[in-house]
């Protein structure tokens, strides 16, 4: 659990209150009002691509990241991360390369190698089937995405065409960067593989690890102590959500409650907690728990998270291995008496494994609106069904897999790009 406590405070160090999307053009007109102050030429304004904007309403400021291009093309880890206040910019991190056309040896931005060979080459690397042939969704001259196969990848596959620096950013190469998510593993894979030769360049996973048999990881025991006195980390923004008849209005579900780190802390014991949503009034919390305003759920699934067990490592949802609601329609009710004696994934004559995933839901929830606070909001990329309008992509609700098959003594947490689905695994112990 202390690992899940690290994922609060680095996706609350994203931004500090609520946001609302700016406009790509009005991004530059910044940049190019402040370009004395951030030491770029126009020529630097040519070859850069605002990646997102957004306006941050509690602080003021207005947040620009500004992606390096060359040739039309992004460089690869090379952005400017802005803050700008009254139009004056306040804060700069992060940095972009100088003299390109060197650093290219003056390399054509087309590539030798066509993106479908790129990702044979990666799932080669990742020793992963080559299907019999690849479907394509998209198609530009610089980006293409090819459908998922059954039984081998488990996302569509996305690739896009960039400059990759190496060798400490003495030369830059052109890469294909592909997003390659293999059906049998964890893994969320961004492999970068040379346009001209179809070499793998370098790689990087986008699913972050927990190792608790690792000796600088906290163990848990039965003498756990709380570490602090818990603080008030909700607070009231915007306005109480509203009854409707499109949304679940009540739901009630036995659980560990929060902030308890575990059953064996202090607080721990499960209670029934009835309508948690209310503690984080306003946007975060506009449509409850089961309900992307569209759809209404009676299982362990709404607008932040559908929660399912997945013993057989099926790495997708189904209605009937998550937790269904005994009450239907409204109010809903979810209370499992665990009995931490016998088998995690016992549902008869004890429901641990529907209190197990009642209690996966109501966690990602609590930690959804937690966040909300701190402006881990829409555009900010944070993992909705429906962002309402408030800008941000979307349709990315976290899939939170209970009791997962494809391991032990672990947990895992995928999260891809706005807009995709994220996807959290937790394993037995």
């Not at 790689?203 to 603080?231: I, K, M, R």
């Not at 949304?247 to 309508?275: C, F, M, Q, W």
């Not at 067990?309 to 997708?316: E, S, V």
Request: proline share 5%; aromatic share 10%; with cysteine.
């Amino acid at each position: 659990m202390r690992k899940f406590y690290l994922l609060i405070l680095m996706l609350v160090s994203f931004s500090a209150g609520f946001a609302q999307d700016i406009s790509k053009t009005a991004a530059m007109q910044l940049v190019a009002k402040n370009s004395t102050a951030l030491g770029i030429t126009q020529t630097d304004m040519d070859n850069s691509i605002v990646s997102s904007a957004y306006h941050n309403k509690t602080s003021g400021a207005d947040l620009v990241y500004l992606q390096q291009s060359y040739k039309g093309l992004p460089v690869y880890n090379q952005l400017f991360t802005l803050a700008f206040k009254n139009g004056q910019l306040v804060h700069k991190a992060g940095s972009r390369l100088t003299a390109m056309e060197k650093r290219t040896q003056s390399l054509s931005a087309n590539p030798l190698v066509a993106a479908e060979n790129a990702v044979r080459t990666a799932m080669q690397a990742k020793k992963i089937a080559l299907p019999a042939n690849f479907s394509t969704l998209s198609s530009s001259a610089t980006s293409v995405v090819f459908a998922k196969t059954a039984g081998i990848t488990s996302e569509d596959i996305r690739v896009e065409l960039m400059w990759v620096p190496v060798a400490h950013n003495a030369t830059v190469k052109l890469a294909w960067q592909v997003y390659l998510v293999p059906a049998t593993s964890s893994d969320y894979w961004m492999i970068r593989v040379d346009a001209i030769n179809s070499q793998v360049i370098d790689e990087n996973n986008l699913t972050v690890y927990c190792n608790f048999d690792h000796n600088d990881n906290h163990a848990h025991t039965a003498s756990c102590e709380s570490n602090a006195t818990p603080v008030e980390l909700f607070s009231a923004k915007g306005d109480a959500p509203a009854a409707g008849p499109t949304v679940v209005n009540g739901a009630s579900y036995r659980v560990v409650p929060y902030p308890a780190e575990s059953p064996i802390h202090p607080g721990g014991t499960h209670v029934l907690k009835t309508d948690p949503w209310t503690i984080a009034p306003g946007n975060a919390t506009s449509l409850k728990w089961h309900s992307d305003g569209t759809n209404d759920w009676t299982y362990s699934r709404g607008n932040n998270v559908w929660a399912y067990h997945d013993r057989t490592n099926a790495n997708a949802g189904a209605i009937d291995r998550s937790a269904q609601s005994s009450t239907t329609p409204d109010p809903l009710t979810f209370d499992f008496t665990p009995n931490y004696t016998v088998a995690p994934t016992q549902t008869t004559p004890v429901p641990n494994q529907q209190f197990n995933i009642t209690n996966l839901f109501y966690w990602n929830n609590v930690i959804h609106d937690l966040v909300y606070q701190y402006g881990f909001d829409e555009p900010s990329g944070n993992f909705q069904v429906s962002n309402q309008g408030r800008g941000g992509a979307g349709n990315d609700y976290v899939r939170a897999e209970a009791q997962d098959g494809s391991g032990t003594n672990n947990a895992n947490f995928s999260t891809p790009a706005d807009g995709q689905l994220p996807r959290m695994q937790m394993y037995l112990w």
